[in-house]
């Protein structure tokens, strides 16, 4: 019973733990905009280098579903901080601000 309730507490505080992250704030530069599907294309920034200027290639570029009236104020090339949630394995921006 013991060991059940411990697994169930881990298995609980990883869930938690795992949504968080996902709201945490990222930057990166968007490389592609699509106005009619909704969706951006974000290169991410590492951690750390969110201020460098040479040198500081992301990741691998990723896509994300946004509502209509979010792309309005971004464009491609712009740096942007922003947040996203993921359901159902599609990525949401829930926030996305121009730097």
Sequence with gaps: MKLTQTFL???LLALVSSGALAQEALT????????ISGTITIQP???G??????????GTAEQFKV???MLTSVHAGDRVTFSFSENGGTKTITKIEKR
Excluded at 28 to 35: A, P
Excluded at 49 to 58: D, K, L, N
Aim: no cysteine.
């Design 9 to 11: 507490a881990g298995s």
């Design 28 to 35: 990166g530069t968007v490389t592609m905009l699509n106005r």
């Design 45 to 47: 920034t590492p951690k």
């Design 49 to 58: 280098t969110e201020s460098a200027t040479v040198g500081a290639a992301g």
């Design 67 to 69: 509502q209509a009236g």
